[in-house]
């Protein structure tokens, strides 16, 4: 068995501000995230799969995950205001937690589509949003 991860780049910005708390309260438990005009991110997101080798000596068609991550990640999160522009983060604050599940999430309800037998299986996501911050969820947590 075998695990491969690719990895994806794309920026975004966003401010630290959940809907249900004050603006005290927001200010307090997100600090300087919680600036009124955001601030943004060059966030590395890496998807592994795994699955056995196939008769090509392969796990994973790495075109069709590129195909997939550019459709449900890069294309809708990349060069947005995730707060103004992504649905889900109008009533949640954007965490790179909360990203990381988004992701997985999408790539989850859409694996099947490009990946239609039993393997390969979507294992995590991880990101990170600087080089000191990572982030990761196994897709079989979500």
């Known amino acids: 068995m075998f695990r491969v991860t690719r990895s994806y780049r794309f920026a975004a910005s966003h401010r630290l501000d959940a809907p249900q708390l004050s603006p005290e309260e927001n200010r307090k ?3 300087k995230c919680n600036n009124p005009y955001g601030h943004g991110h060059n966030y590395v997101v890496e ?3 795994r699955g056995p080798l196939d008769a090509d000596g392969r796990a ?3 075109g069709r995950l590129d195909r997939l991550v550019e459709r ?7 060069h947005r205001n995730l707060n103004l522009e992504v649905s ?7 965490t790179s937690e909360n990203l990381a599940t988004e992701i997985c999430r999408r790539l989850k ?3 099947s589509a490009e990946f239609p037998g039993e393997w390969p299986k979507l294992d995590r996501v991880r990101i990170a ?3 000191r911050n990572i982030f990761e969820v196994k897709a079989h947590e979500i």
């Open 129 to 131: 949003e600087t080089e």
């Open 72 to 78: 449900q990640v890069l294309a809708p999160f990349g």
């Open 47 to 49: 998807v592994s799969a």
């Open 29 to 31: 438990l997100y600090g």
């Open 88 to 94: 889900c983060f109008e009533r949640l604050a954007p």
């Open 60 to 62: 994973l068609d790495t």
């Open 109 to 111: 309800e859409n694996w």
